[in-house]
T-cell receptor
Framework: GENVEQHPSTLSVQEGDSAVIKCTYS??????FPWYKQELGKRPQLIID?????GEKKDQRIAVTLNKTAKHFSLHITETQPEDSAVYFC???????????FGSGTKLNVKP | GAGVSQTPSNKVTEKGKYVELRCDPI?????LYWYRQSLGQGPEFLIY????????DSGLPNDRFFAVRPEGSVSTLKIQRTERGDSAVYLC?????????????FGPGTRLTVL
């Protein structure tokens, strides 16, 4: 099955700085890569996703890049704000599958 | 509209007891998923329903775990003879249809503590 690894496990940045979270996956059949944000005690919520037919996707301060050859994808958050503080999970899944394989999470702390 | 809901939000039980966890998906969503999230880890897939049938139960850890979705809407995850290692947050998610590039909408989870 798919194995998703995520780094770093914790990340602390100053407000206004950029944050980058990286994930690798093992199954070349994976072609959908969502990112979820989970605030303390809350449910995971989708913040951005990318399909394997594109290399980059951007939504305001958030962007995701995908390198299919190297089997890795990254989340980029620019101009971080304290409300960005949360745990971020990457996931991977093949198109016809119905289960997400999640990374172990990155706890992002944005210091005001 | 209403999101995915789960009850109870917290469940404390004793080792060896039986528990049921309930999930109400978003109305009209045909696909329903159960995940288990241990402390400091990402959600781990347990089982997936398409309609009333369990299409993939490969993530259930053993035969003490069972899930049903008799009418294709509400689902119940059942755990028999609970063990301390079953303690975790159990997350339910739903999506409009199976497969494809579909967002999974998560519920708030049920925190299960086995003493």
């Amino acid at each position: 099955g798919e194995n998703v690894e995520q780094h770093p496990s914790t990340l602390s940045v100053q407000e206004g700085d950029s944050a980058v979270i990286k994930c690798t996956y093992s199954d070349s059949a994976s072609n959908y890569f969502p990112w979820y944000k989970q605030e303390l005690g809350k449910r995971p919520q989708l913040i951005i996703d990318i399909r394997s037919n594109v290399g980059e996707k951007k939504d305001q301060r958030i962007a995701v890049t995908l390198n299919k050859t190297a089997k890795h994808f990254s989340l980029h958050i620019t101009e971080t704000q304290p409300e960005d503080s949360a745990v971020y999970f990457c996931a991977a899944t093949p198109y016809n599958f119905n289960k997400f394989y999640f990374g172990s999470g990155t706890k992002l702390n944005v210091k005001p | 509209g209403a999101g995915v809901s789960q009850t109870p939000s917290n469940k404390v039980t004793e080792k060896g007891k039986y528990v049921e966890l309930r999930c109400d998906p978003i109305s009209g969503h045909t696909a329903l998923y159960w995940y288990r999230q241990s402390l400091g880890q990402g959600p781990e897939f347990l089982i997936y329903f398409q309609g009333t049938g369990a299409a993939d139960d490969s993530g259930l850890p053993n035969d003490r775990f069972f899930a049903v979705r008799p009418e294709g809407s509400v689902s119940t995850l059942k755990i028999q003879r609970t063990e301390r290692g079953d303690s975790a947050v159990y997350l339910c998610a739903s999506s409009p249809r199976q497969g494809g590039y579909n967002e999974q909408f998560f519920g708030p989870g049920t925190r299960l503590t086995v003493l």
